[in-house]
C-alpha cells in the first residue's frame, strides 16, 4: 500500500501561514472525502485535527484548514504558533481492497 | 472522557507471537469500529489494521496481512491485536484508536504501546 505523499518538511516565522500538501490517485483522496489530518507533537499519540477534508473537530483553532482539489489535499495553518511546530499527517480512506493510507508526514518548522 | 490504554508491548525475539490489549472507557465502545495503527521510531505513521463495531468487517494492511489478527470483546470493551511471525520490522509503537466513523479517520488515539522486535 502506497503511502500519500506529502513534502518532508515545511516552515514559516510566527503569524504565517504554512500550507502542507498529500497527494495520492483517484483510488483514495481523489475518490473519497474522507482525508483527515493529524498533529504529532514528539513523544505524542497523534491528535485530530481535520476530517471529512475540512471539518474541524471542536476545540481545534479555526487556525487550521483543509481543503481538496483533485487527487491533492491540503492542510493550511494560519497565523502560526511555535507550539504549531510539530508533524502532521494526512490520512484517506482508499476503498475496500485497500481500506486507508497515511501520508509519508511533514515536519513543520516555526522559525 | 475518552481513554484508550494500549498494553501487552515489550520485548521478544523474531518469529514469535505477541498479544496487545486496547482498554477503552469513556464512550459506547460496541457502537464504533477501532483501528491499529503503528509507528516505527523515527518514521511515519502506518495503518495496522480495522475492525468494525460488530466485528463482522475486519481489514489489514499488506505488510501484516496473514500474520497479525484483530478482534474485539464488546461485553469487555477491549480491542486486540494478535501478532504471530513477528519480524524486526515490526518494532514499532502499536496505538489503538476510535474512529469517528467507519470510513472516516480517528478522532481518540491511545498513548501506545511499544513492540521491540530484537534477538
Known amino acids: 500500500q502506497s503511502a500519500l505523499t506529502q513534502p518532508p518538511s515545511a516552515s514559516g516565522s510566527p503569524g504565517q501561514s504554512v500550507t502542507i500538501s498529500c497527494t495520492g490517485t483517484t483510488s483514495d483522496v481523489g475518490g473519497y472525502n474522507y482525508v483527515s489530518w493529524y498533529q504529532q507533537h514528539p513523544g505524542k499519540a497523534p491528535k485530530l485535527i481535520i476530517y471529512?477534508?475540512?471539518k474541524r473537530p471542536s476545540g481545534v483553532p479555526d487556525r487550521f484548514s483543509g481543503s481538496k482539489s483533485g487527487n491533492t489535499a491540503s492542510l493550511t495553518v494560519s497565523g502560526l504558533q511555535a507550539e504549531d511546530e510539530a508533524d502532521y499527517y494526512c490520512y484517506s480512506y482508499a476503498g475496500s481492497n485497500r481500506f486507508c493510507v497515511f501520508g509519508t508526514g511533514t515536519k513543520v518548522t516555526v522559525l | 472522557q475518552v481513554q484508550l490504554v494500549e498494553s501487552g508491548g515489550g520485548v521478544v525475539q523474531p518469529g514469535t507471537s505477541l498479544r496487545l490489549s486496547c482498554a477503552a472507557s469513556?464512550?459506547?465502545?460496541?457502537?464504533?469500529?477501532m483501528h491499529w495503527v503503528r509507528q516505527a521510531p523515527g518514521k511515519g505513521l502506518e495503518w495496522v489494521s480495522v475492525?468494525?463495531?460488530?466485528?463482522?468487517?475486519?481489514y489489514y494492511g499488506d505488510s501484516v496481512k496473514g500474520r497479525f489478527t484483530i478482534s474485539r470483546d464488546n461485553s469487555k470493551n477491549t480491542l486486540f491485536l494478535q501478532m504471530n511471525s513477528l519480524r524486526a520490522e515490526d518494532t514499532a509503537m502499536y496505538y489503538c484508536a476510535k474512529v469517528i466513523d467507519l470510513w472516516n479517520g480517528c478522532d481518540y488515539w491511545g498513548q501506545g504501546t511499544l513492540v521491540t522486535v530484537s534477538s
Open positions: 471529512e477534508v475540512t
Open positions: 469513556g464512550f459506547t465502545f460496541h457502537a464504533y469500529a
Open positions: 475492525i468494525s463495531h460488530d466485528g463482522n468487517n475486519i
